[in-house]
């Protein structure tokens, strides 16, 4: 499985941003897609998480209620819609795949960079 994150960039307090990953590979239908991040100095954190039915989603304290993560099967795609952002977001965002039998993600993108201004 192969992970490509996109959709990161500069942007100012209070804006959006939405990022993509698309997996190629083995259909990813069936494994749970998370999203983590990493700032400067800081270890890589947990942000959302989505399992392969769409139903059930879990995200961080600290995005709740401003970032929604989503996907699309068909597309091998997952999302996540970040809005509200904060200076504090500023991250270098990472993609990962968990299959159903694992307990860790096995499987991560490159990262995409997000950079809130204030």
Known sequence: VQLQASGGG???AGGSLRLSCAASGPPFSRY???WFRQAPGKER???ARITWT???TQYAESV???FTISRDNAKNTVYLQMVSLKPEDTAVYYCAVKR???DNYDYWGQGTQVTVSS
């Open 10 to 12: 500069l942007v100012q």
């Open 32 to 34: 749970t897609m998370g």
């Open 45 to 47: 954190e947990f942000v």
């Open 54 to 56: 769409g139903i059930t």
């Open 64 to 66: 709740k209620g401003r």
């Open 100 to 102: 159903p039998d694992s």
